[in-house]
């Protein structure tokens, strides 16, 4: 009698327990992502505030680019302001960075501005802030793929869909700048 009653006990206790663990491990993966994201957005936001420095500056030698400056200052405040889906912050992301490029393209006409130890320190700090950007992007993507794979997989998959647990996106943007050019003057 015993012996069924454990039976009984650990058919009836597995399955809860099961159940209860897949649960954690999904609201920790989850809530693992928010932090991540956080880290990512604390370096968006170190970006934003090195651009209006970088503007400023190149806008000394270069104030004919006006179109430039207006689109990377509008764009800016559009990141700056977006808190909406991952993707749609990726999208605007996308479209500062290619405005970044088109401002650091301009810098290519002006030997002087290369040569500027201010824009130079910003372009260094830009550089490492991209880096640490794209650090922070890998280990929130690597957090969005545990948890998808463990929302995906059976049969964690079954109880993701009964508790509502909504797939992630990952997060892609290149960086506006990868290296500070050596400059020979020799």
């Known amino acids: 009698m015993h012996i069924v009653l454990i039976v009984i006990g650990v058919v009836v206790f597995l399955p809860i327990l099961y159940v209860v663990l897949t649960y954690n491990g999904l609201v920790a993966l989850r809530n693992h992502i928010r932090d991540a994201w956080g880290n990512i957005d604390t370096e968006l936001k170190r970006r934003y505030d090195l651009i209006p420095n970088l503007v400023a500056t190149v806008k000394g030698y270069a104030a004919h680019e006006k179109e430039v400056f207006e689109r990377v200052t509008q764009l800016r405040a559009q990141c700056l302001a977006s808190r909406g889906a991952i993707r749609d912050q990726a ?88 290296e500070v050019p050596d400059l020979d003057f020799g």
């Open 91 to 178: 999208a605007s992301e996308t479209q500062l960075v290619d405005a970044l490029q088109k401002l650091l393209a301009v810098v290519e006409n002006y030997p002087q501005l290369k040569a500027d130890q201010h824009f130079l320190e910003l372009q260094r700090e830009l550089v490492n802030t991209e880096d640490r950007i794209q650090a922070a992007r890998r280990f929130f993507n690597g957090n969005v793929r545990d948890y998808r794979n463990k929302c995906e997989t059976f049969p964690s998959n079954i109880i993701a869909g009964m508790f509502g647990f909504e797939s992630q996106d990952y997060f892609s943007v290149r960086p506006s700048v990868r």
